[in-house]
């Protein structure tokens, strides 16, 4: 089962965004798959922690602080395996493009930040299904923590890893623990291959280099191999798309 | 992980869990493994008599008993939606809850810990299913070594009658109807229990499991299982030296208290 490292053979097409919390990736995603929509095709959207058969026991963990490092990463591959097994894989065999906020590689970057031993959270995964592109949104961390320091009032217990006793502080908690993440990301890069977006840029330019990277990346395989509904294709060169 | 049996008890087959201090634990791990309708919780529950009264202090646990995951696990084996990657984690994970926070607390003060299965099978179910068993091995990794696996050893026709017999009916997940294994439920169970057995039989040789023919008396068992225990040499109390036959319900209490 080495179904990460290995390129996938379904119809359909797996995009998917990385990057620390405040990097501005669910804002891209979610325009990328409107405009894919937009142009006709069909487009799920599958986000991290979101399977329905798990949800309450990790939200039952989290708010009781019973997790472990172990029992974090055992849990979310859970809910991974979860949508894996009923919503992503079986879309992607029937011609969808699947669009991922977060993917494995959000695992590999927390849980190895959390203390949780790099091989065995990447054999963990190994069932997961070779996206055809991963964008990482490279944030500087000052850049992120000001986005999200400023946009919510209280940070969560396990998104600032106080489970790891870093410190009393949440704030210097939460700074420190996604240090460690960013640090994993970019360790990742050309071992995963990722697009770097640099998310300093404007919301309108990260876009367009999404866009080019998709056209460029399975632009031909979108036209023969992914459905799509004939009804809305007007004009696709223009249906510039993002509403 | 192919030295698993030469590994010492209480040691990590793999990777220890973040974070967890697995050094001077100074308990007993004994696991019971055998496939279902087996005779497991009969026999756990007379040992735990037996070692109470010897004045041993005991935790018995299983699968799906954690506080994390047990309630979730219940709730997923109910609808019908319930994939084998899927259902192997969940296991995993109710699994590392009661390790972390039950069976290496307790060994750390001395308990006897009587566990009614282990990492096998949830590696054995997976396995059935089509599942890699290098990569389920893997994920395992963290489980400590037992000092001993008793593997209640039965054949499947001993089975279908002992489900038959004693529960009258076949159970869904027992039964391995989430993969439909066969055409009717009898057939399922058949063929899903020979691939758990086999999948069991594998693991007896590279874990070193002691095998104990689960077609005797439910009696014979027991005094088997306790002749093999009294062998592991577990610190004695008080002088009770000799094994005693299964004691009543009252002098248990006092053997407590």
Redesign the interface.
């Known amino acids: ?1 080495k179904s990460l490292s290995t390129p996938h053979r379904h119809r359909g097409k797996l995009i998917i965004v990385e990057g620390i919390d405040g990097s501005g990736k669910s804002t891209q995603i979610s325009l990328l798959s409107r405009w894919l929509r937009s142009q006709g095709y069909a487009v799920a959207f599958s986000e991290w922690n979101s ?1 329905p ?2 949800r ?2 990790t939200r ?2 989290k708010k009781k602080e ?6 974090f990463s ?2 979310h ?2 809910d991974f ?2 949508r ?3 919503y992503i894989l079986p879309l992607m065999r029937a011609g969808a493009i699947v669009c991922a906020d977060r993917y494995a590689y959000t695992a590999f970057a927390r849980d190895v930040a ?4 790099r ?2 959270v990447r ?2 995964y ?2 997961a299904i070779r996206p055809n592109i991963a964008f990482y949104f490279r944030t500087p961390l000052d850049v992120a923590l000001s986005r999200i320091l400023g946009g919510r009032d209280a940070l969560k217990y396990y998104e600032a890893g106080m489970d790891l006793k870093i410190s009393r502080d949440v704030e210097e908690s939460f700074k420190v623990f996604q240090g460690r993440i960013l640090q994993e990301y970019e360790d990742m890069i050309e071992e995963m291959g990722f697009h770097v977006i640099d998310a300093t840029q404007s919301i309108e330019d990260q876009q367009k280099q999404m866009r080019a990277v998709v056209k460029r990346e399975i632009g031909r395989s979108l036209r023969t191999q992914v459905l799509r509904a004939p009804v809305l294709e007007q004009n696709p060169e223009h249906a510039s798309g993002a509403r | 992980m192919a030295l698993a049996k030469s590994l010492k008890p209480l040691e990590c087959y ?2 220890p ?4 201090d697995t050094a001077n634990l100074s308990g007993k791990l004994i696991v019971i493994e055998g496939a279902d309708a087996v005779g497991r919780s009969t026999q756990i529950v007379q040992l735990r008599q037996w070692l109470e009264h010897e004045g041993h202090a005991v935790l018995d646990t299983g699968m799906a008993r954690s ?3 047990g ?2 696990i219940a ?2 084996k109910e ?1 019908n ?6 259902m ?3 296991y ?2 109710d699994f ?2 009661r390790l ?2 039950e069976i290496i607390p307790a060994l750390r003060a001395g308990f006897i810990v009587l566990t009614d299965r282990y990492i096998f099978s949830i590696m054995a179910r997976a396995i059935a299913r089509g ?2 068993p ?2 389920i091995e ?2 395992c ?2 489980g400590l070594v037992p000092h001993a696996v008793y593997y209640l050893k039965a054949r499947v026709k001993d089975l279908v009658s002992r489900v038959v017999i004693g529960k009258g009916a076949f159970d869904y997940w027992e039964s391995g109807m989430d993969y439909h294994f066969g055409a009717d439920m009898y057939e399922s169970f058949v063929h899903y229990q020979t691939k758990l057995i086999g999948a069991l039989d594998k693991m007896s040789s590279r874990y070193g499991f002691t095998e104990i023919d689960a077609r005797k008396s439910p009696g014979e068992i027991f005094s088997e299982l306790r002749g093999h225990i009294t062998e592991l040499n577990i610190r004695k109390v008080n002088g009770a030296a000799r094994p005693v036959p299964i004691p009543a319900p009252k002098s248990r209490r006092a053997a407590i208290a």
């Open positions: 089962m399977s058969l798990v309450q026991t039952r963990g019973m997790f472990t490092p172990t029992t055992l849990i591959a859970t395996a979860d894996t097994e009923r959390r203390g949780v031993n091989q065995w054999n963990l190994s069932f | 793999g990777e869990p973040a974070g967890v506080a994390l995951a309630k979730g709730r997923a609808g939606t319930l994939g084998p990657v899927t192997t984690l969940y995993a994970t590392a809850d972390e926070n599942e890699d290098a990569w893997n994920v990794g963290f």
